[in-house]
């Protein structure tokens, strides 16, 4: 990616531009390499390349993996002094980013924020909710979430379920986390191999041997019919 990038730079005919930046800056982003995504930034924007929007949510994603709180409040004070419009990307990923960090009442202030910008929330920031209160053993609040779906048009898919699963399952609330099977049927939505596993796992922290042996036998026998069926 470097050498490409300098044989960009002594190329006359094709110089880099706001995609050739957002990308660089990804790579070394995604692969924590912080210090040499910032040197690029710098060095881009010393070149008269301009970031945008894209830029900016890559750079709070890439801080808000790696924990660098402050650096990420810089960046999102600097697109309000600019006048950046946040995108539903961008609340997402501080949304996300603040919830793993246990940082609640940040991650409920970008909520409002959200909904008082008129930025739809989608399934994405729906499971950082869950996500997030599910490590914090706020039951109550998951509820509060459900509360909001049920009173907008999102389309709730099985990675959403997951986290829901995935957060009842770490406060033990088991008839919960059962529950959640009934919710995706009457959505249209299956179980996957991650639903049953996170379920029995939870099971198994909790010692509950008997139902996780439960659950295992009839996912195994699920997969048995559905093999048997593809065959016929």
């Not at 109550?140 to 379920?161: A, C, Q, S």
């Amino acid at each position: 990616m470097e050498s490409v990038l300098a044989e960009m730079l002594t190329n006359r005919n094709c110089e880099p531009d706001v995609w050739t930046m957002n990308s660089t800056l990804r790579a070394f982003g995604n692969s924590g390499q912080i210090e040499m995504m910032e040197k690029c930034y710098e060095k881009f924007q010393g070149a008269g390349i301009e970031p945008n929007i894209r830029t900016f949510n890559i750079l709070l994603d890439s801080y808000g993996k790696v924990g660098h709180y402050t650096k990420m409040s810089a960046v999102m004070e600097y697109m309000q002094k600019y006048h950046y419009s946040w995108t539903i990307v961008t609340y997402n990923v501080v949304i996300d980013a603040f919830g793993k960090a246990g940082k609640l009442k940040q991650m409920e202030f970008l909520f409002r924020l959200m909904q008082s910008e008129r930025v739809k929330p989608n399934c994405v920031t729906f499971c950082s909710l869950v996500r997030a209160y599910g490590e914090a053993g706020s039951a109550d609040k998951i509820g509060t979430v459900l509360r909001i779906i049920e009173n907008t048009d999102v389309t709730l898919d099985t990675v959403f379920f997951n986290c829901l699963v995935d957060a009842y399952g770490r406060m033990e609330r088991f008839a919960e986390m059962k529950e959640v099977l009934e919710m995706m049927k009457k959505k249209g939505c299956k179980p996957d191999s991650v639903t049953y596993r996170t379920m029995i796992k939870a099971y198994n922290i909790a010692g509950m041997t008997s139902q996780a042996k439960e659950l295992r036998d009839f996912v195994r026998s699920s997969e048995k019919s559905l093999r048997l069926k593809d065959q016929h």
